[in-house]
């Protein structure tokens, strides 16, 4: 059962423009979601995150879009740079209910056309 | 931000051996740390939540007996896979929570562990 779903395997974007990934989770207990980055044989790295009485969330060129009745969360990239190819996967975790552990999507593998 | 190390980086072992893994919070205290294992293009599964002087939680599937977890202090956790088989060859990757903040990180994650069973 997958409760983190990226739809997405792969996306490939012209350097300068938007990158939009997306993420679909099926729990309601999820109140915290991150997105991190990944390169091969590397551990994840940590880009933002979004509280669930949030819906939005701005770190320079990443912007998290978060809606709860949808569930369904965003990551926004701009401008697109050759150096954020890479993987990325978006997470969730039950924080207000104890949850420590965080689910994983299937991840989005993204790729920029100089 | 907070470091966290593995160690090794890559291991090749005979089938039938056992392989340790250890996972090192190098500036901050973690009474918790986790162990995922990723498969060649697909996500980062929980294996197990591993908690300093205590037993670790395993996830259904997981079998406690081959995947021994160890976290005897707050900076370390070891994993060991025990009586190693091909099908045990993965990328492991460790995390670690900060005991002293609730920050936005939630984790961090260690480099991983690629293993290879021959």
């Known amino acids: 059962d997958q409760q983190v779903k990226q739809n997405s395997p792969s996306l490939s974007v012209q350097e300068g423009r938007i990158s939009i990934l997306n993420c679909d989770y099926t729990?309601?207990?999820?109140?915290?979601f991150l997105w991190y980055k990944k390169y091969p044989a590397e551990g994840p790295t940590f880009l933002i995150s979004?509280?669930?009485?949030?819906d939005k969330n701005e770190d320079g060129r990443f912007t998290v879009f978060l809606n709860k009745s949808a569930k369904h969360l965003s990551l926004h990239i701009v401008p697109s740079q050759p150096g954020d190819s890479a993987v990325y996967f978006c997470?969730?975790?039950?924080?207000?209910?104890?949850?420590?552990?965080?689910?994983f999507g299937t991840g989005t593998r993204l790729t920029i056309i100089p | 931000g907070a470091v966290v190390s593995q160690h090794p980086s890559r291991v090749i072992c005979k089938s039938g051996t056992s392989v340790k893994i250890e996972c090192r919070s190098l500036?901050?205290?973690?009474?918790?740390m986790f162990w995922y294992r990723q498969f060649p293009k697909q996500s980062l599964m929980l294996m197990a939540t591993?908690?300093?002087?205590?037993?670790?939680?395993?996830e259904q599937g997981v079998e406690k007996d081959k995947f021994l977890i160890n976290h005897a202090s707050l900076t370390l956790s070891t994993l060991t896979v025990t009586s190693a088989h091909p099908e045990d060859s993965s990328f492991y990757i460790c995390?670690?929570?900060?005991?002293?903040?609730?920050?936005?990180?939630?984790?961090?994650f260690g480099p991983g562990t690629r293993l290879t069973v021959t």
């Open positions: 995390s670690a929570r900060d005991s002293g903040s609730g920050g936005r990180e939630e984790q961090y």
């Open positions: 729990n309601s207990m999820f109140d915290y």
């Open positions: 979004i509280s669930s009485i949030k």
């Open positions: 997470a969730a975790t039950a924080r207000n209910f104890g949850n420590e552990k965080l689910t």
């Open positions: 500036d901050f205290q973690a009474t918790t």
């Open positions: 591993s908690n300093e002087g205590s037993k670790a939680t395993y």
